[in-house]
């Protein structure tokens, strides 16, 4: 177990949910959430049905809550209909929410538009029957590029209006990595935007549209609507592209929701896993909006009047469930923000949670660790040199976050009033799994707590047996739930072998080392497999040394994660070139080349934070890489482990030196 962990598990803070939020709570005290997960138990099916009807509405409804006889195919209220975006607009525009703001957007210059439910509405209304003059349909695929925008989030609910099937992918995502995705998911429609503009800096996206089309084998995409927001100069094909604006302009603005059944895919969206090649993990209609709309309601205590500001991007899931479409099915008020939070200065955060009376907040470690340095250098970006008094409710979700950061976030930003919950989920499960809910749970920083009702998490050993509190063993979940992955598109063997192993038992291997303690609190270890976590982005170690050897110089490469203070963890990439081990001003040269080539052939999230090169890899006899022995020396520690079947010792002494 690593030092970080231990250092965790010694964390015997623990933090009481505030008497006044207990009161007011959705789900208000202990009692109240045994009773829910005392009914779950008991009842999974009835429980999951009951909230089903209660939440959504069906046109068709569904007969049948749980379909297992093609497990882990599993499929949720599969004889229902109903649209998603419906659920989103109509039903709050019939319940009298039509004027009531739904996105507060802020542009990266700081210029704020807000669309009521009613304007919304009209918008997807315009863009989806655009999308069906173009002949769009049912069950096509749609790869949506966008920078955070109003237009982002109405292009999703404008696919789901029409079931057309919607790939987000990041914008700092490369053309080599858009172009994967597009083939892989068959897409014959592309959606993306003239530029994006992040940090006072206007970044090209067009361009890596057109680049990932000049690759080939894109010819079953028919358009290419691109979304003006520079105004920047673009190549323009006047066969494939087309103007947004001069699509929607003359349509008209309403368009019926076409109702599809509950398991129709919703979206897929791509994520990293233990090969080079990125999963396209789909998630289904029906299941998934009942999660995303009701752990609004619980970990996030969603009132009428809150002002929910979510900071990821709608390129990661967290952006799908909790900007898309949990807080509009909802009917709430949210924030959407395109830049980033250090411009113009470190302070932005808190600017916008004090201009926009945010009452709940929901960021990554990640951010805050940043943002904890930078305060700490200006106290003019500092949290309490700003009014948060609006603010009753923190998140935090993507990575462990340490004791430290959590600390600084509950006195800094939440003045010690406001609860924080730690969301453990993942892109697989559709919305939160394990987290602390405000009104129930006492706090202890850097743990998840405990599980939501209906998820049953637990943690066992290799065979599907569970282990002891205090144990270290596998997280899974060991029932279905309804906004479960449903398959990886076009791979049906590869879901079920990542994530349903016959050796335990039939339950959802989640990927990551956990262990409960004696109050049934989880704390999460870090992955098992060969997945990194780079600032709360998920990322395929394969997928970088994949990436580094098809670079022309390169002759072999691992990749390991290394604890860091900022990120969480950092890429450090160890490389054998196909010439003589550069060093100097060489191997610092060589360095920064392959460093832009990841960037280019994945994107700059995947960027090593170290190159280091040797003669050789650390391998055993039979030719494996060593990769314990790299992560030891990526920390800078001393390898004090059992070198006895590595075959080239001496190659350990190369590879500690940083370039
Ligand atoms: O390792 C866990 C970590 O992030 C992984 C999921 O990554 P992704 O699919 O990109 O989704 C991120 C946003 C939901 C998990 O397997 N992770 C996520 N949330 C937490 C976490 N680790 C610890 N604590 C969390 N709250």
């Not at 939020?21 to 959430?33: D, E, L, P, T």
């Not at 993306?192 to 079953?220: H, N, S, W, Y």
Request: proline letters at 6%; a negative charge.
């Amino acid at each position: 177990m690593s030092n970080s962990i231990q250092s965790v598990l010694v964390e015997t803070r623990v933090f009481p949910p505030p008497e006044g939020f207990v009161k007011q709570a959705n789900i208000s005290g202990q009692a109240a959430y045994q009773a829910l997960l005392d009914e779950s138990d008991r009842d999974p099916n009835g429980f999951w049905g009951r909230l089903a009807k209660e939440n959504l509405h069906w046109t068709k409804p569904f007969t049948q809550v749980l379909d297992e006889s093609n497990a882990p195919f599993y499929k949720w209220f599969g004889d229902g209909e109903l649209n998603v975006s419906a659920n989103c607009l109509e039903a709050n525009i019939e319940r009298g929410l039509g004027d009531k703001v739904a996105i507060i957007f802020e542009a990266d210059g700081g210029e704020v538009t807000k669309v009521t439910y009613h304007e919304l509405y009209e918008r997807v209304c315009q863009m989806a029957n655009g999308l069906k003059s173009l002949g769009y349909k049912t069950g096509d695929r749609a790869i949506i590029y966008l920078p955070m925008s109003i237009e982002a989030v109405a292009a999703m609910q404008a696919c789901a209006r029409l079931g057309i099937i919607h790939s987000v992918v990041f914008g700092g995502f490369s053309s080599k990595a858009l172009h994967e995705r597009i083939i892989d998911v068959g897409a014959s429609l592309v959606i993306t935007a003239d530029e994006q503009v992040r940090g006072g800096k206007q970044i090209p996206l067009k361009p890596a549209v057109d680049e990932a089309f000049g690759m080939g084998g894109c010819d079953i995409v028919r358009h290419c609507l691109v979304y003006k927001r520079t105004g920047g100069s673009v190549a323009w094909d006047d066969k494939r592209d087309m103007w947004l604006h001069d699509l929607v302009k003359d349509q008209p603005k309403t368009c019926e929701a076409v109702p599809v059944n509950a398991e129709h895919p919703l979206f897929i969206l791509y994520t990293s896993g233990s090969t080079g090649k990125p999963k396209g993990v789909q998630h289904s209609s029906g299941g998934y909006l009942l999660w995303a709309k009701l752990t609004m309601q619980w970990t996030f205590d969603a009132k009428p009047d809150d002002v929910f500001w979510c900071t990821a991007d709608v390129g990661w899931v967290t952006g799908h469930t909790y900007i898309t479409y949990g807080p509009l099915a909802n009917g709430m008020t949210q924030i959407v923000f395109e830049g980033v939070p250090t411009y113009p200065n470190a302070g932005r955060f808190w600017e916008m949670i004090q201009r926009h009376h945010v009452s709940i907040f929901y960021t990554a470690p990640t951010a805050i660790r940043s943002l904890i340095k930078a305060s700490e250098a200006n106290a003019a970006v500092h949290p309490k040199s700003f009014d948060l008094s609006s603010l009753r409710l923190l998140g935090s979700v993507g990575e462990p976050i340490n004791p430290e950061a959590w600390m600084w976030y509950h006195i800094n930003v939440g003045q010690e009033r406001c609860p924080i919950v730690d969301t453990w989920w993942q892109t697989e499960t559709g919305g939160h799994m394990i987290t602390p809910l405000p009104g129930v749970t006492p706090l202890k920083p850097g743990s998840c707590t405990t599980r939501l009702p209906g998820i049953t998490a637990a943690i066992v050993d290799e065979t599907g047996g569970d282990v002891e509190a205090g144990q270290g063993g596998f997280l899974v979940i060991k029932r279905p739930w309804p906004s479960m992955i449903r398959t990886i598109w076009g791979d049906p063997e590869r879901f079920k072998t990542s994530y349903f192993p016959e050796e335990l038992r039939g339950y959802y291997l989640a990927g990551d080392g956990a262990q409960c303690d004696a109050d049934n609190c989880f704390w999460i270890m870090g992955r098992i497999d060969d997945v990194l976590n780079v600032s709360g982005h998920r990322l395929g170690t394969m997928e970088v040394e994949s990436a580094l050897v098809a670079h022309e110089l390169v002759a072999e490469a691992a990749v390991v994660g290394r604890p860091d203070a900022t990120t969480g963890e950092a890429v450090v990439a160890f490389v054998v070139l196909k010439r003589a081990t550069p060093d100097g001003d060489e191997a610092v040269a060589i360095a920064k080349q392959l460093r832009d080539w990841i960037s280019k052939e994945i994107g700059p999230i995947a960027k090593p934070k170290e190159i280091r090169f040797g003669d050789n890899l650390p391998k055993t006899r039979s030719g494996k890489i060593m990769r314990r022995l790299l992560r030891v020396v990526a920390k800078g520690e001393e390898v004090t482990q059992d070198v006895s079947t590595l075959e080239n010792p001496a190659i350990l002494d190369q590879l500690t030196k940083p370039v």
